[in-house]
C-alpha cells in the first residue's frame, strides 16, 4: 500500500532554513507527480509545490525564489528546501501523491518563531 512518510520540521528562527524530507513506498514513485502541501491552524490546506516525474517543477507565489521542491527517483525520497521562512509559513506541512486518490503522509511541524 502507498505510504507517505515526513521528516524534518522543527522550530526556526524567521529568516532560518530546513529541508523537509518526504520518503515514498507501495508505487511506482518516478512515475508521479509529487506534491508539498501545507495546513496553517484555522486556514485551508493549501498546495505549496509539487514536482513532475521528470523534474519540472511549480510553486505557489507566497515561496517562490525561498522554497525549492526536489526529487530522488532512486531513494523514492521527495524534499522541500525552505530558506528564509516567514512567520506566515507556520504549518503542518504535508507529502502527496495522486493514483488517482489522494495519499498523505502523517505530516511534519514547522514553526517559524522567535
Known amino acids: 500500500q502507498v505510504q507517505l512518510v515526513e521528516s524534518g520540521g522543527g522550530l526556526v528562527q524567521p529568516g532560518g532554513s530546513l529541508r523537509l524530507s518526504c520518503a515514498a513506498s507501495?508505487?511506482?514513485?518516478?512515475?508521479?507527480?509529487m506534491r508539498w502541501y501545507r495546513q496553517a491552524p484555522g486556514k485551508q490546506r493549501e498546495l505549496v509545490a509539487s514536482?513532475?516525474?521528470?523534474?519540472?517543477?511549480i510553486y505557489t507565489d507566497s515561496v517562490k525564489g525561498r522554497f525549492t521542491i526536489s526529487r530522488d527517483n532512486t531513494k523514492n525520497m521527495v524534499y522541500l528546501q525552505m530558506n528564509s521562512l516567514k512567520p506566515e509559513d507556520t504549518a503542518v506541512y504535508y507529502c502527496?501523491?495522486?493514483?488517482?486518490?489522494?495519499?498523505w503522509g502523517q505530516g511534519t511541524q514547522v514553526t517559524v518563531s522567535s
Open positions: 514536482i513532475t516525474s521528470r523534474g519540472s517543477t
Open positions: 507501495g508505487f511506482t514513485f518516478s512515475s508521479y507527480f
Open positions: 502527496n501523491v495522486r493514483d488517482p486518490l489522494d495519499y
